[in-house]
């Protein structure tokens, strides 16, 4: 946990400090770092932690430096060649993406968003593609109050600094460059026409698209606000609960391994198929998130060791920030970790309150809780992005998470040709269930509030309850050696 911290606030520092090193001398300094620490080590053995920790903050101030960490902000007429990095964001006349345009002789690397003129050439475009365009690049400006949300302060986190939209005969398709995220986002394609094949409706279609594979680019804009309104959103986020539902399939698809001596290859064969289900849901900070925790978990299981749910988190957070030290700033980077870390400090220390032999009112009251430590633990940082605050989440909860599970167990099943067609009438039944649900709370009268926060606010706001968090255990400490003496 430690070792993720020192790692982050380093990279915090070098993007706060705007630390700019080739990669030759960061090779050179963390070489060089290292044999210092190693000679302290030695020096003052009873210190060696804090020298540990020490060198992974120089460690995270370095490490943005191997990865591309500068690009040009792209302004007027240009002539770009550029990789498509997300897949498709659907609007009403247009495609929207944002695209890494790679290094000419006249700019280094830059990024930007770009939106395409809808038609079928278009329609094609996947992540991954790479294009040739002729655009007009203009800096991207703050809507609304910028001291509230800084919208182009947001965009520059991910090195965005401009937009352009593309007529349809200003762009051709030159290449298309192969990942495991692109192969992730065809498979999404082929199952969303595999649904759609079924006779489902569109608005079912969306919601499977959203709820089973993360993408929300196909859900209405009224379908957003009802389930952000009504506390629900998180459902549509692949995360735990998604990766949670996989591996129980999984595990029990591979009951006939069972035995002890095949432990192994049960486990590798669900390790394998979560990350394969990361993949095609994108490989978002949620999912891979918790397709790192899982692994890590069954790992420690296999080795029989005890398992540290704190240390599994940091673990997953450091791995990201090595695989992307700029991942930091996504939204749902943020909103995950936090959310988790509420559920495992907040979860037990609010559930001891209530206890019932009847389970139907403990699993009630489970919701509750976890509902009440992830708004507790994320009401800051939900407020800045989102600017309002849902009454009815809980309630909303106890009905729409049993059901989200149940809907996208139904989606996976689905694949299974014999029993499909049924399944396909349930799955519809399901779907506008929750949708009824969701949009009954939303069209509750005043079921959200309307508030806004600025940046300064939200980490005034995180401060204040890091410190209740330390003079609650401080306080909590004392009582309990009191207790013992």
Not at 102 to 129: F, N
Not at 327 to 339: C, D, H
Request: net charge positive; hydrophobic share 50%; glycine share 4%.
């Amino acid at each position: 946990m430690y070792i993720a911290i020192c790692t982050i606030v380093g990279v915090l520092f070098q993007q706060s400090q705007e630390i700019l090193l080739t990669i030759t001398v960061s090779c050179v300094l963390i070489a060089c770092v290292t044999v210092c620490v190693y000679a302290c080590v030695k020096l003052y053995p009873h210190i060696q932690l804090l020298f540990c920790y020490a060198w992974f903050f120089v460690f995270g101030i370095i490490l943005p430096s191997f990865h591309v960490s500068e690009y040009d902000a792209l302004f007027t007429y240009n002539h770009i060649i550029g990789t498509l990095i997300t897949p498709c964001s659907e609007k009403e006349k247009t495609y929207a993406f944002e695209i890494e345009i790679h290094a000419t002789e006249t700019h280094a690397p830059s990024r930007a968003q770009i939106y395409i003129q809808k038609d079928e050439k278009s329609a094609t475009l996947q992540y991954g593609d790479i294009i040739e365009a002729h655009a007009f690049f203009k800096p991207i400006e703050n809507f609304g109050d910028s001291l509230l949300f800084n919208y182009k302060e947001f965009m520059s986190e991910k090195h965005i600094y401009s937009s352009a939209y593309i007529p349809s005969d200003s762009w051709t398709l030159r290449d298309s460059k192969m990942s495991f995220t692109r192969m992730g986002f065809l498979v999404q394609k082929k199952a969303f026409h595999y649904f759609k094949q079924s006779n489902i409706s569109e608005q079912s279609l969306a919601i499977i698209y959203a709820l089973a594979f993360g993408n929300k680019s196909l859900l209405p804009a009224n379908t957003k606000q009802a389930f952000a309104s009504s506390g629900a959103m998180h459902v549509l986020a692949v995360s735990g609960l998604h990766v949670g539902i996989v591996s129980s399939i999984l595990l029990f698809l591979c009951m006939p391994l069972r035995h002890a001596r095949w432990n192994v290859v049960r486990m590798l064969l669900t390790i394998s198929g979560i990350w394969l289900y990361a993949c095609i849901a994108g490989m978002s900070p949620s999912v891979q998130r918790a397709a790192i925790m899982f692994s890590m978990l069954s790992v420690g299981v296999l080795l029989k060791r005890r398992v540290s749910s704190y240390n599994t988190i940091s673990a997953a957070a450091f791995i990201s920030i090595l695989i992307n030290p700029f991942v930091f700033y996504n939204v749902s980077f943020q909103l995950s970790y936090i959310a988790v870390l509420s559920i495992l400090y907040g979860v037990p220390k609010i559930q001891g309150l209530l206890y019932s032999k009847n389970k139907i009112i403990q699993y009630v009251w489970g919701i509750i809780v976890v509902s009440i430590a992830v708004q507790i633990g994320t009401f800051p940082i939900s407020i800045f992005y989102f600017k309002q605050i849902p009454l009815f989440s809980i309630f909303t909860n106890i009905c729409v998470i049993p059901l989200a599970f149940i809907i996208i167990a139904t989606v996976f099943v689905c694949f299974i040709p014999s029993i499909s067609t049924l399944l396909f009438f349930l799955l519809e039944k399901e779907i506008t269930l929750l949708h009824t649900i969701v949009a009954y709370m939303h069209e509750i009268p005043k079921s959200t509030i309307a508030v806004s926060v600025s940046k300064s606010s939200m980490f005034v706001a995180y401060a204040c309850m890091i410190l209740g968090i330390i003079v609650f255990e401080i306080f909590r400490e004392l009582h309990i050696q009191k207790e013992g003496i």
